[in-house]
């Protein structure tokens, strides 16, 4: 590993702190090296707060030594004026001279420009250091930008025996869902929703598990809920529709229109054409919502649709410890497997659609 790629890991370190809290925002870390000492570093925390080449420069206590010092970036400085303004334009006014990115900000506003308003200024500027790993780290904010759709994450757990779920009646299943994973893995899975934008049901696994889809056994933000309700059959008492987080109900535009309901701040209601390719006109509400990463935690339809589509990016799958002997039959693991984890006697298997 050579010096560049030494900083600009570091950068994606400090950029990771920033995982769940940025959107719609990438993750950007920068650290600024002095004779081969870092003397300042930080990393975006929140859209509308100062990115990490703002907090980096704020953190060197002698601003003298900037114009001797050579700033590093995990993705290329904004040029434009957003919520703050351009770190370019800082970067220049404070000085610095060498600049060392590790990859090219895809959003149009920015993408080359920052790098050229740097250049236009007598910058050195230095590209592509890890690019790779730095368009890892932000694998949400180039799917969006690229594709124009969320990075989608499936997920779900199933018995040994390859069920998500037992055969059940109302009577026996009273809207409360069946555990197939242990306590770790379920505090696990909060962590995950408070990293991701949004997570996303059908209706079937609304009415039988009532879900919150919130993040009450891990800190952090709630993901935004999103209900596949053609029919709008979910009925008011249900969790999801308490407006305790906002939530975009996905309905058709006939079930819409004999609602009364109205849309609130935090209960939205949107219509897709359920003629079309369903999983594509999912993708456009939530690309209209600038969601750039969604959770699909089911059930067993909702999912296969997005297999089916190849309109996936990931799949995080849990086997328990549990045998169902029938029910409801888990998906077949789709796409390259990635690796394995036991938790606790729960193994998880991540797989990636190449």
């Known amino acids: ?20 809290t940025t959107y719609p925002n990438p993750m950007v ?42 700033i590093y970036v995990s993705l290329e400085p904004c040029s434009h004026y957003g919520k703050t303004p351009p770190c370019s334009d800082l970067i220049v006014a404070s000085g610095i001279k060498k600049i060392v990115i590790g990859s090219v900000d895809p959003f149009p506003a920015v993408s080359g420009k920052g790098i050229k308003k740097l250049m236009d200024a007598g910058c050195e500027v230095i590209l592509g250091i890890l690019d790779a790993e730095c368009k890892a780290l932000n694998k949400r904010f180039f799917t969006y930008q690229k594709h124009q759709r969320p990075y989608i994450i499936l997920k779900w757990a199933q018995s040994v025996d390859g069920f998500l779920a037992p055969i059940s009646s109302e009577e026996n299943h009273p809207r409360e869902p069946v555990w197939i994973t242990n306590k770790y893995s379920q505090q696990l899975v909060h962590k995950w ?30 993901p935004v809920r999103v209900l596949l309700d053609r029919q709008l059959r979910l009925t008011d008492d249900s969790a999801l529709l308490d ?3 906002k939530t975009i109900v996905i309905c058709g535009e006939e079930a819409r229109n004999s609602n009364t309901k109205t849309s609130s701040e935090n209960l939205i209601f949107e219509t897709i054409d359920f003629e ?5 006109e999912i993708c456009k509400v939530l690309y209209t919502h600038c969601i750039q990463s969604v959770i699909i935690e089911g059930g067993a339809t909702t999912l296969q649709s997005f297999i089916d ?11 328990g410890d549990a045998h169902f002997k029938k029910g409801i039959k888990a998906p077949l693991p789709p796409g390259t497997f990635i690796e394995k984890n036991n938790y606790t006697g729960d193994m998880l298997r991540i797989y990636h659609n190449d």
């Open 276 to 280: 079309k390719e369903i999983t594509s």
């Open 309 to 319: 589509a190849g309109l996936w990016d990931e799949a995080r799958i849990f086997t």
């Open 29 to 70: 870390g920068s650290v600024i090296v002095h004779n081969k000492k870092i003397i300042g570093e930080g990393w975006h925390h929140k859209a509308g707060e100062p990115h990490a080449e703002v907090n980096a420069i704020n953190s060197v206590k002698d601003k003298s030594l900037l114009k001797k010092a050579v």
């Open 243 to 245: 407006e305790s987080i």
């Open 1 to 20: 590993m050579n010096i560049h790629e030494k900083y600009i890991k570091r950068c994606i370190q400090l950029a990771e702190n920033g995982l769940g």
């Open 193 to 222: 929703r408070s990293e991701e934008a949004a997570i996303l049901v059908g209706t079937n696994t609304a009415v039988m598990d009532n879900p919150k889809l919130n993040t009450r056994l891990w800190k952090g933000t709630n």
